[in-house]
Every structure is written in structure tokens, then in C-alpha cells.
């Protein structure tokens, strides 16, 4: 009876040690998975879509290719990200318009109720974020692109762009750049942001393994580590 006893409280004393090791693995593992996923949280697809058309930038000078697919030899800049959102089959789910225009496009984000002034009328900022469209008005003119990030410690937006940079030509849009850009949160000319309604989107599968591997491996309990990442992990990025 003592040998049971003993048995039985040593058990007792042990069994919240274990679970304890368990739930530090856990949040452990959830840590560092949410710290992956930071990593790679810029890459909404359209962004993707967007560094890839930079990396391309010089067979595309004067935006030939924009031009042809929307069928309008003129500034290009709204034709690149139209584009850019078709590519992601944004348009055709009716998340991105298909235009040519900077107002129009400012005009639809407004009549969705998804657009956000640079500062709101109580003074506050809008922070930007990636796949934001950032569009500018100033003086008749008017340009737009798309946020790739944001960094809050210099207080810089970084885009791409289309129908940007130096053009030797005349009209300019036949010499302009897609172009990687960078702005003050405050820059004068910044109206504001289209603020798309993306869809759910999946980090890729072989990403995905990894982050699950981590919490299985670490945890020793597969169903809770799936559990998790199925409710936390599987989202928009």
C-alpha cells in the first residue's frame, strides 16, 4: 500500500511538470511560427506579382506590355496595377477594378467604402500596409501604385510602380519605368489608399509543412500542434 501510495503521489507531483514542459513547448513553437510568418507577410500575391514586373522593369520600358494587355496607348501607371490585380485574378472577382484611370479608380475604392485619407479628420494617420494602393492627386495630376511596405521606424512607404521614373521621350509615358519608390508618410501629394478586400490567401504548402513540423516536432503532440496551426496560422498574408 505505501508502494502504491508513493507511486501515486509521485505521479501527482510529476503530472503538472509534464504538462507545464508541454505548454511552454507550445507557445514556444506558436512563437516562432508567428515570427516566421512575419517574414513573409509582404508577400500577398499581388505584391509578389508586383517585384516580379520590377524585376522585368527594362523589357518593359514605356509600359508596352500594360498597354497591349488593357489596349490604350497612354500613362500607364493605373494599367499596372490593374494588371498587377489581374495577374491574381482580383479583377474578375470583382476584389480590384480594371481601369485605366487614376480617378476611376479612386472613385471606386470610395464607393466601397475602402478608402483611406493619408489623415482622417481627426488628425490621425493612415498607416499603410502591403497590397495597399497608394494614389496621389495633386494639381490636376494624378498617379497611383502599389505599397510593398511600410517602415515605421524611418516613416517611409516603399512601392512599385508603373509610369514612374526618368523618360527621355516625348510623351513621357513612352520612356517611363515600372519603378521601386519611397515617400514620407506625410509626402504633400499622397490623397490616400485603396484599401482592397484580398482574399483569403495560403502561404505556400511547403511553408505551411515547415511552421506544422516545428509545432509537431517540438510539441510531441500532433493533433494539438495541427489544431493551432489551422486556426492561427492559416491566414491572410
Same mark, same amino acid.
Given at each position: 500500500?505505501?508502494?502504491?501510495?508513493?507511486?501515486?503521489?509521485?505521479?501527482?507531483?510529476?503530472?503538472?511538470?509534464?504538462?507545464?514542459?508541454?505548454?511552454?513547448?507550445?507557445?514556444?513553437?506558436?512563437?516562432?511560427?508567428?515570427?516566421?510568418?512575419?517574414?513573409?507577410?509582404?508577400?500577398?500575391?499581388?505584391?509578389?506579382?508586383?517585384?516580379?514586373?520590377?524585376?522585368?522593369?527594362?523589357?518593359?520600358?514605356?509600359?508596352?506590355?500594360?498597354?497591349?494587355?488593357?489596349?490604350?496607348?497612354?500613362?500607364?501607371?493605373?494599367?499596372?496595377?490593374?494588371?498587377?490585380? @489581374?495577374?491574381?485574378?482580383?479583377?474578375?472577382?470583382?476584389?480590384?477594378?480594371?481601369?485605366a484611370s487614376v480617378s476611376n479608380m479612386l472613385e471606386w475604392y470610395k464607393d466601397n467604402h475602402q478608402f483611406e485619407k493619408k489623415i482622417d479628420e481627426d488628425g490621425e494617420w493612415y498607416i499603410p500596409k502591403a497590397g495597399d494602393i497608394?494614389?496621389?492627386?495633386?494639381?490636376?495630376?494624378?498617379?497611383?501604385?502599389?505599397?510593398?511596405?511600410?517602415?515605421?521606424?524611418?516613416?517611409?512607404?516603399?512601392?512599385?510602380?508603373?509610369n514612374a521614373g526618368r523618360s527621355d521621350t516625348e510623351p513621357y509615358h513612352e520612356g517611363s519605368h515600372v519603378m521601386e519608390c519611397n515617400y514620407a508618410l506625410s509626402y504633400s501629394k499622397i490623397t490616400g489608399y485603396g484599401i482592397p478586400?484580398?482574399?483569403?490567401?495560403?502561404?505556400?504548402?511547403?511553408?505551411?509543412?515547415?511552421?506544422?513540423?516545428?509545432?509537431?516536432?517540438?510539441? @510531441?503532440?500532433?493533433?494539438?500542434?495541427?489544431?493551432?496551426?489551422?486556426?492561427?496560422?492559416?491566414?491572410?498574408?
Open positions: 500500500k505505501e508502494k502504491v501510495s508513493s507511486n501515486f503521489l509521485a505521479y501527482i507531483f510529476t503530472l503538472p511538470m509534464i504538462i507545464l514542459i508541454v505548454v511552454i513547448l507550445v507557445v514556444a513553437s506558436v512563437s516562432g511560427a508567428l515570427a516566421y510568418s512575419s517574414t513573409v507577410s509582404e508577400e500577398l500575391a499581388i505584391v509578389k506579382i508586383a517585384k516580379r514586373e520590377l524585376a522585368q522593369s527594362e523589357e518593359n520600358v514605356g509600359g508596352k506590355k500594360y498597354k497591349s494587355w488593357y489596349g490604350v496607348n497612354g500613362n500607364w501607371c493605373a494599367m499596372f496595377v490593374s494588371f498587377c490585380a @489581374d495577374e491574381c485574378d482580383l479583377i474578375d472577382s470583382g476584389v480590384m477594378p480594371k481601369t497608394i494614389i496621389f492627386k495633386s494639381s490636376g495630376a494624378s498617379h497611383v501604385g502599389i505599397v510593398i511596405n511600410y517602415d515605421e521606424d524611418s516613416g517611409k512607404v516603399t512601392t512599385i510602380e508603373g478586400n484580398y482574399p483569403v490567401e495560403t502561404i505556400p504548402e511547403s511553408t505551411e509543412t515547415e511552421i506544422a513540423k516545428i509545432i509537431i516536432l517540438e510539441c @510531441d503532440v500532433p493533433k494539438f500542434g495541427t489544431l493551432i496551426w489551422n486556426q492561427r496560422f492559416h491566414l491572410c498574408f
